[in-house]
């Protein structure tokens, strides 16, 4: 069996032949059909986070697959299709960049309605941070405008889509012009790169609520979008860990800042999943990935860091 493996901190995956899992009590032996490259993925391999398995491990910290084993009362049964995530995947233990795991019961979850193996891998992060953000955090209104920052990336898009199914107006802000393509159908595209567009958001400011996935030195620039006794929502900071707020004026620009804490909110975010699976099944919503072989784990990781993937990346053994 193969999987892709880290031998060293601070080194990219290698695949290796590795032994059939052998179920243990409590845990569901499952068929890896896509596992998932994420920024978690990126941080715990290299070797200074608080989390971390014992080395050599297979990464992956989400996934999806089929059934093969599991105890009878489980609520499962061999070949259901399932998200893997949770229980120390990837950070206590090995994850999902393989051909089979055995995982803990925990860690499992039956998908309410069937996926494309890839959605099915991939679209948990996105799609419950997108609907926390505007439901539970942001309180998101009847005809409200919203700007989604960001809106080319995996959680920007599923942002606007779900503002926009929600009735809102959407605009989506993407930081270059080859991005506005990958902003969602429906959605209007604004380019920082046009300093026409930045100027007239700036002087109109359009938005009852921002939705901002980069962060940064722009971040509270980007808060004067929004009307008077408007919200920021953030989510990311992709572009800077750091904002500087100069208190007086944003007294008087009056926009409250909220951030979203999904470590916090990961009850509401499972609460949520069995409707957002059926959006997804039914083709309301869309997850964009990009596809890698097992053996092309060092490329996909790589091109997460440098920013080069579009919508989220997927391992398909």
């Known amino acids: 069996m193969k999987a892709a493996r880290f031998r060293a901190w601070g080194a990219g995956p290698v695949v290796d032949d590795v032994p059939e899992p052998v179920r243990g009590d409590g845990e569901v032996l499952v068929d890896i059909q896509a596992a998932a490259v994420a920024h978690l993925d990126v941080t715990v391999a290299g070797g200074a986070f608080g989390l971390k398995p014992r080395l050599p491990y297979i990464g ?32 206590k233990r090995d994850g999902t960049w393989t051909e089979r795991a055995s995982v803990p019961a925990k860690a499992v979850a039956r998908l309410a309605a069937p996926l ?15 609907f926390v953000t505007l439901h539970d955090v942001a309180k998101l209104g009847a005809d409200e405008e919203v700007l989604v920052v960001g809106a080319a990336g995996a959680v920007g898009a599923m942002v606007a889509q779900q503002a926009r199914l929600a009735g809102a107006k959407v605009t989506g802000v993407v930081g270059r012009a080859d991005q506005l393509a990958d902003v969602p159908d429906g959605v209007a595209g604004v380019c920082l790169d046009s300093d026409e567009d930045v100027e007239r958001l700036a002087r109109d400011r359009p938005a009852s609520l921002l939705v901002d996935t980069l962060g940064g030195e722009g971040l509270i620039a980007r808060t004067r979008w929004v009307r008077p006794g408007g919200r920021a929502a953030v989510i990311g900071y992709v572009t800077g860990t750091e904002a500087k707020i100069d208190l007086p ?37 869309e997850v964009r990935v990009q596809r890698y072989g097992l053996a092309d ?3 996909a990781l790589a091109d997460l860091k440098a920013g080069r993937v579009r919508g989220r990346a997927v391992l398909v053994p």
Do not use: H, Y
């Not at 599991?70 to 399932?82: A, F, I, K, R, Y």
């Open 60 to 91: 992956g910290v989400e996934g999806a697959g089929i059934v093969v084993e599991c105890d009878e009362d489980s609520g499962l049964e061999p070949g259901c299709q399932v998200l893997l995530r949770g229980g120390g995947l990837g950070l």
């Open 249 to 285: 004026s944003w007294l008087l620009d009056d926009v409250a800042l909220l951030p979203v804490n999904m470590i916090r909110r990961e009850r509401q975010a499972r609460e949520a999943c069995g409707d957002l699976i059926k959006k997804l099944s039914e083709g309301e919503l």
């Open 297 to 299: 784990a060092g490329a």
């Open 116 to 130: 494309a193996p890839e959605v099915a891998a991939t679209f948990f992060v996105p799609a419950t941070t997108a």
